[in-house]
Each structure stands twice: as C-alpha cells, then as structure tokens.
C-alpha cells in the first residue's frame, strides 16, 4: 500500500518499483492508492497489475502527468524554469486580475506618498532617485530578501553622487538583478531595495527610513519575495524537473480522470523557506498589499483575497493553504486580539542584531495604531495590558543559535521582546488568556506607565527603559509553587499535588494545587527569591460549576531588581496555577498564617485594602 499523503512523487516511486521488479511468472498483485490529506477525505483506486516476463501491466488504470484537460480538471506541464517567459507572463496576468477586481487589496496607507529612494528602470540603465526632489509619485515594487553573508553592492555615502546618475547591473548581486528583470516585465519603472534605497553607513538615515517601512511596504505595486534564497547570489528564478513539479492525475481503465491534490504545497514551499525564517520579512509580507513568491519548486502570488501558486493558478485556495495571518486585518477593531497572532508569527523569526527586535515590526505597529488609535508600549497595547503580560516562552519553536549581535538593552523584563525566544499566550490547558473570559477583572492595576524611546519621536523603536507601577494584592513565595508543581526548574505537570506546612508544634496547614510554570530563562542558583504575582482570575464558567472549590489564576514569577532600589522588581517567568479554593481572598487569607506572602517591607509602598479587604500595595516592574 501506498499512501500519497500529499506528495504525488509517491506516484513515480510506485510505478518505479513495479518497473524494477522483473518477474518470470505471471503474478497479479493488487496495489491501493489513497489520495488526499488527513482529513480522512480524498479518493481510493485498486491498481491491478499484471507482471510479464517483460514489464508490468498496469490493468485498472495509469497515470497521467501534466494533462492539459481530463474530464473537468485542468493543468498544464509548468515551464522549465521560474524565470521563462510563461512563468512571468502569468505573474503579470494574476497582478492585472488582483488590480483591477480586489477592492480590498487596493488601500492605502496613509497620503500614498513615495519612498525617499527609488531605483528607475527606465530604458536599458538603473539610477537612483530622490523621489521629493522629483515630484512624481509612481508605482513601485519592493523586495523581500535575505542578507546572509554574502558581501553585496550597497548604497553608502562614498557612491550616493555615482549612484544617482548610474547603478550598473553587473555590480548587483543575482538577485537584485533578477528583481529588476520582473519589475521591468510586470511594466512597472521603479524598485525599492533596502540596501540600495537607505544609506547602509548613514545611522540617522537608517533611523528615518527605518520609520517609513508601514507605508514603502504597504503602499508598493507588489513585493517580490526571493523565499528559497539564502543570499543574494541564488536569485529569484530556479531551473526544474517540469514532470516531477507540475500537476499529477490518475486516469481509470473507464477514461475517468482523477487528481491526486498536492495538500502539502503550500507548507513545503512557503512555510519552511529561508525567507521565511527571517523576522525582517514578517513584517514585509504583512504590510504588502499583494506579494509574488519565488520558491524553490514554483511561484506563489499571495494578495489580501487570495493565494495562487502556478500548478493552481485560478483556485480561490492553494490546497493547504495555512496564512501566517488573517486577510480581514484591515478591516478588523479587536487590536490586542489580533497583536498577539501577529507576535507569535513574528517572534518565530530570525534577527542578526538585537537592537532591531522593535524596529522589525514597527511598520506593522504603525499600521494597527492607526486604525485602533490605542497606545503602544514595548511591544504591547494599553487595551488589556493587564493580559498581554501573561506571554510565555514557547519551547516547542524555539532554537538554540548563535549569540546576535548589538546586545544591549532590549526592553523590560516584563515585555516578551526581552527574550530572544519564539512566544505564545497559550498554556498547556489550550487557553489563550488575551481571548478567552474578558469578564474576569484583573488582580491588579496599572497607575503608571513610562516608556523612554532611544530616539524621543519614535516610540515604536529602539527603547532606553520602560517600567509599570502595579497596585497589587500580596505576591506569594515562589517556594510554595515549587512544592505545588514538583519541578524546580520548570514544571509542566497538570495532576493535582498537595503541599503540607507545619506552624508551630501542633497546627498543620494544607493546600492543594496544579499548573503549569515557565521561566524565560535557565534560572541561575543565585537568582534569590521569587515571588508569584497574580494578574488575572482565570477560573472559567463550566470549571467553576463543577469544582467550586477551585480558582485558576495566571501570574507572573517575579524577582528583586536590587539595582534599581526597594519595591523594584524583575520578571522571570509565567505561571497559570490552579489553587484548591473558592475564592481569592480566601487563598490570601489562607496563605497569610504559615508567611507564604511576601513581607510588607519590601513592597514599593503599601496601600489601602481593597473592598475584599485584601490589602494592597505598589511595585515596579522594570
């Protein structure tokens, strides 16, 4: 038996084997083919195959590669090479058709205004333009691209006069010069590249251009992503085995065709790609009103109604088509909601320096504050901070790779752009704590907020500090947890445990727990004391009913910060506990006589209870 799975390759492989198989005797054996995903949908044929003393007879049925029409299926063999004259003219044909009937697709962000910087194709020579001195305001395509290590012509302040009157081809790598052959095939006359439209050696003129990325992306023609190129010298166009690439069908002895669907085209062309991985192009892909995708095996075009590849160049859908984010973003107000989705795909990504962990998804920011209108701080939104503080690292997707460069200060302990690390807001009890039970009001609450940009103007880059001051009910003694999940380090046990506390000689105190905690960090033995800050009741309903002596809360692992005084604290990990009682102020009571809370001197200040008669208290998060 043969199982497709979503690679018709398997096909090949089948008839391969049968052919090799050399045989005296006549023998019949009977071969099942299933077609389809794993969705448990698809079709099933019986290949009945005769062996000869020659060669195999297929019986039943044969296989039919690149049908230009079979019964209401239509393909054809793709071109031999990504960059053919067909290939580029089909590009063409899906950008006219998204043009001119995708209204969605034709928004703009802000005034529409030019880049500063303009590469101008026109006639057979490429020269850079200053698009204000100009006047003009043209179409224009951008690129998405790897650096790599490969050494590249770029634009530096020695060659911005050379530049300006001629930028030879030869001098650029391959695939810049392949971006220049499709811009001028798709008709338009202007390209943006990063490398050669912003001053590389020039930090101010990175600093500015750097702040325009929402607009030079979202207001392009079309991006051009190189997605299996590594660096500049692979290029944008590829050379293929045709049969093996293009659409496969299998045709009954009854004249009846059937396709076999690639379900896993779009994962293994797009998902896994150098591009991909690059945290830059994220952002880039986002913003872009439309992007044509140069793989490995063929060309996607991805636009803000729809994704088409070459073996499926009219279909509403690649077969397993997964978007890295939602179409309806333009049109969407739930701006915390939609965040989180886009960190967790951008976090995954791959940055050379440190410093541009804000800065490569300040476009995106830019974009959603515009239709929000909420405040930006270190990576989160005001509306529901109280939430978005419960990211955790994710372990599943994150790797171990060399050190980036540039490291400095990053960001808060308390914002997830402190981790070089891939994050979600998802625990190991599937609930996404930003989305799910807004009705809980949080534990805490935020009366102050500082943020110190590098640059004064732009909030949405590099930081200098930021810190929240936290009206908090009392923090619990980490130890406590520790007992609770069995696991020093990192726990991510669910059963029930109970932990015993001896007071005094006679008096034995009990408390019953499960959870999960994650730090974002390998703690070190000398971290010192920790502490438990819950943030938010995330006891649901159904959980409620069945178990009435139980509350979920999620919090936070919270060290000292010594060197920034008393009451100031670090983040150190998450944590989503579920305690053995009814209430909250009924676990603090509990907590308060074996001196599980911490002690109220090393608070910022203390407060007045709240109407629980919880008492209250103020803390830093740095």
Not at 145 to 156: A, M, N, P, S
Not at 353 to 369: M, T
Not at 436 to 458: E, G, Q, Y
Not at 588 to 613: A, F, T, V
Request: proline share 4%; net charge neutral; charged share 20%.
């Amino acid at each position: 038996m043969y199982e497709v799975g979503g690679y018709p390759e398997a096909i090949e492989t089948l008839l391969q084997d049968i052919q090799n198989d050399r045989t005296t005797s006549i023998d019949f054996k009977h071969l099942i083919l299933r077609t389809g995903g794993g969705n448990g949908q698809g079709y099933q044929f019986k290949l009945e195959v005769a062996f000869g003393p020659n060669q195999p007879i297929l019986r039943d049925c044969s296989l039919i590669v690149g049908v230009e029409r079979a019964s209401k299926i239509t393909g054809s063999m793709l071109p031999s090479s990504t960059g053919s004259l067909d290939s580029l003219g089909l590009v063409k044909m899906w950008l006219r058709q998204c043009l001119n009937g995708h209204a969605i697709c034709k928004t703009t962000v802000g005034t529409a205004q030019s880049p500063s910087r303009l590469l101008e194709l026109k006639g057979d020579g490429i020269r850079l333009r200053h698009m204000a001195r100009s006047g003009l305001n043209p179409a224009y395509a951008t690129l998405s691209h790897c650096w790599g290590t490969l050494q590249i012509t770029k634009l530096e302040r020695h060659n911005l006069d050379t530049f300006q009157r001629t930028v030879p081809l030869d001098d650029l790598c391959q695939t810049f010069q392949d971006a220049v052959i499709l811009t001028r095939a798709l008709g338009i006359n202007y390209l943006w590249i990063d490398s050669l439209c912003i001053i590389q050696d020039d930090e101010r003129d990175w600093q500015k251009e750097s702040t325009t990325m929402a607009a030079v992306y979202g207001n392009g023609t079309i991006n051009i992503a190189a997605a299996h190129a590594q660096d500049g010298s692979h290029g944008l166009f590829i050379e293929r085995d045709s049969i093996r690439k293009s659409r496969k069908y299998v045709r009954t002895n009854t004249n009846v065709t059937y396709e076999l669907p690639d379900s896993d085209v779009y994962n293994r062309c797009l998902a896994q790609t150098a591009l991909s991985c690059r945290a830059w192009a994220f952002q880039e892909r986002y913003l872009a009103k439309r992007t044509v995708h140069f793989t490995g095996e063929q060309i996607f075009f991805e636009c803000r109604s729809n994704t088409v590849c070459e073996t499926w160049p009219d279909a509403f859908a690649v077969p397993g088509t997964v978007p890295p984010f939602s179409r309806t973003w333009l049109t969407r107000t739930d701006g915390a909601n939609e965040w989180i989705q886009i960190v967790e795909h951008y976090s995954h990504g791959k940055l050379t320096f440190a410093k541009d962990r804000f800065i490569a998804l300040s476009g995106v920011a830019r974009q959603l504050q515009a239709r929000t209108k909420d405040s930006y701080m270190a990576g989160m939104w005001r509306w529901k901070l109280e939430r978005q503080l419960c990211w955790r690292v994710d372990e599943m997707h994150t790797e171990d790779g060399p050190p980036r460069q540039g490291v400095s200060y990053q960001a808060p302990s308390w914002s997830w752009a402190s981790v070089d690390k891939a994050v979600r807001w998802r625990f190991s009890n599937n609930n996404n704590i930003v989305v799910k039970n807004n009705d809980k009001r949080p534990f805490i609450k935020i009366l102050h907020i500082s943020i110190t940009p590098l640059v004064k103007s732009d909030p949405f880059g590099q930081l200098q500090d930021g810190t929240l001051t936290i009206q908090t009910g009392p923090m619990i003694n980490a130890s406590l947890l520790d007992a609770l999940m069995d696991d020093k380090n990192r726990a991510m046990r669910w059963r029930a445990t109970s932990h015993h506390f001896t007071i005094g000689d006679t008096r034995v105190f009990h408390i019953k727990g499960h959870g999960e905690i994650v730090y974002d960090i390998d703690v070190p033995a000398n971290l010192g004391a920790v502490y438990f800050l819950p943030l938010i009741d995330d006891t649901r309903k159904n959980e409620s009913k069945s178990y009435r002596q139980q509350i979920t809360i999620y919090g936070l692992m919270v060290t000292f910060a010594h060197d920034r005084g008393n009451g100031y604290f670090r983040r150190t990990g998450v944590g989503a506990i579920t305690f053995s009682v009814g209430t909250y102020k009924e676990l603090i009571n509990m907590l308060s006589e074996p001196r599980q809370l911490m002690e109220e001197h090393l608070y910022r200040e203390s407060l007045k209870q709240d109407s629980n008669g919880v008492g209250q208290y103020a803390i830093i998060l740095v």
